[in-house]
């Protein structure tokens, strides 16, 4: 017994050191990624101004369940893919992010997809809570015909509990 015991708290620690090794990975890639920052700055301009929607939805959900921000995102990033392809494969300066900012048209895109993306998340509980209470409804209605026609084959006894 005292075996089995040992051998789960080596197990213990093994995973506890695991998951402590696992840090400092995480630090360099935040350090490999803070550095490549300068590189990437019309790029990391563009998807924050374009971006603040997703940023708002993170910050202002409240509650147990935070799940609009990731379905504003989906949409506010979908809108924003357009133009950064083409900063990426076009002119990649600061000053060029700085002029697609400038162009409605790319406001109008990150923030109207964006839109989309918090009426997606209004309207889709109350569509599938409609959807799930018709279909229940109407298996409820199968099943209390299939009674009915049990108890005129079989007689009331079959309704009866007890045994």
Known sequence: MAKKVSAVKQ???AAKAKKGGGGGNKAVVLMILAALVPFSLPTVTLLFFCGLPTLGAWAGEKGKNKFG????????FAGIIP????????????????????NANVLLWAY????IGWMMYMVTPPVVKSWLAFTTD???????????????????EVTKKGG
Do not use: I, Y
């Open 11 to 13: 197990a213990q620690a």
């Open 69 to 76: 921000w990731l379905c504003v995102g989906g949409f506010n």
């Open 83 to 102: 133009f950064l392809f083409d900063l990426w494969f076009g002119v990649h300066t600061l000053d060029e992010a700085l002029n697609m900012l400038s």
């Open 112 to 115: 109207g997809c964006s839109a």
């Open 138 to 156: 109407r298996r409820v209605s199968a099943l209390k015909s299939a009674q009915k026609r049990l108890v005129e084959e079989w007689g009331p």
